[in-house]
């Protein structure tokens, strides 16, 4: 069965910091990849998604991702984290032979002023 | 609607009472799932339903949580004699699954937030 490990469970940083959270999956075949985002009090949406093409895409907010496939990864950076970036990230990752998509357990981001 | 609508928002039942939570997926969509959040976890997966296939049903958490999906489209999420643990919000996310053009993101729901007493 496929799985998602988010490596970093509460993330502490100051403004402008630099961020990379951590996303692995275990599924050997194609998949499609996404980052969602709950800010505090609002319902889960879309970060940033992977199909296919250029490995490094570019999301909202200035939040990009790299799909390394030697690594089953696909971790979330952003060079200068804001306040206002406060919230919970998921990692998901789908299997496109069956359609189903699978979360991590989510990193929660706490950025002091 | 435009987005995925879940009813009601917000319940409060006894426990031991039986509660039915309603997911109105985004129309086309043909996967459906729910999930559940609990303070300060991650999310829960619970069911997947997709097209005319048989449910996955691998995560519901004990037989007194039940799923069903009328005609592809509205799903009802049944807890019965429900606990104290039950208490949770109960998300509900629709996509688009194995379509040519691979996008499967899924669109979620504002939840239910069910408070067992």
């Known amino acids: 069965a496929q799985s998602v490990s988010q490596h970093n469970h509460h993330v502490i940083l100051s403004e402008a910091a630099s961020l990379e959270l951590g996303c692995n999956y275990s599924?050997?075949?194609?998949?499609?990849l996404f980052w969602y985002v709950q800010y505090p009090g609002q319902h889960l949406q879309l970060l940033l998604k992977?199909?296919?093409?250029?490995?490094l895409v570019k999301g909202i907010k200035g939040f990009e991702a790299e799909f390394i496939k030697s690594k089953f990864s696909f971790n979330l950076r952003k060079p200068s984290v804001q306040w206002s970036d406060t919230a919970e990230y998921f990692c998901?990752?789908?299997?496109?032979?069956?359609?189903?998509?699978?979360f991590g357990d989510g990193t929660t981001l706490t950025v002091k002023p | 609607g435009a987005g995925v609508s879940q009813s009601p928002s917000n319940k409060v039942t006894e426990k031991g009472k039986d509660v039915e939570l309603r997911c109105d997926p985004i129309?086309?969509?043909?996967?459906l799932y729910w999930y559940r959040q609990s303070l300060g976890q991650g999310l829960e997966f619970l069911i997947y339903f997709q097209g005319n296939s048989a449910p996955d049903k691998s995560g519901l958490p004990s037989d007194r949580f039940s799923a069903e999906r009328t005609g592809g489209s509205v799903s009802t999420l049944t807890i019965q004699r429900t606990q104290q643990e039950d208490s949770a919000v109960y998300l509900c996310?629709?996509?688009?699954?194995?379509?040519?053009?691979?996008?499967?993101?899924?669109?979620f729901g504002q939840g239910t937030r069910l408070t067992v007493v």
């Open positions: 998901a990752v789908t299997n496109t032979n069956a359609g189903k998509s699978t």
């Open positions: 599924y050997g075949g194609t998949v499609n």
């Open positions: 992977y199909f296919s093409g250029d490995p």
């Open positions: 996310a629709s996509s688009l699954a194995m379509t040519a053009s691979g996008n499967t993101e899924a669109f």
């Open positions: 129309s086309g969509h043909t996967a």
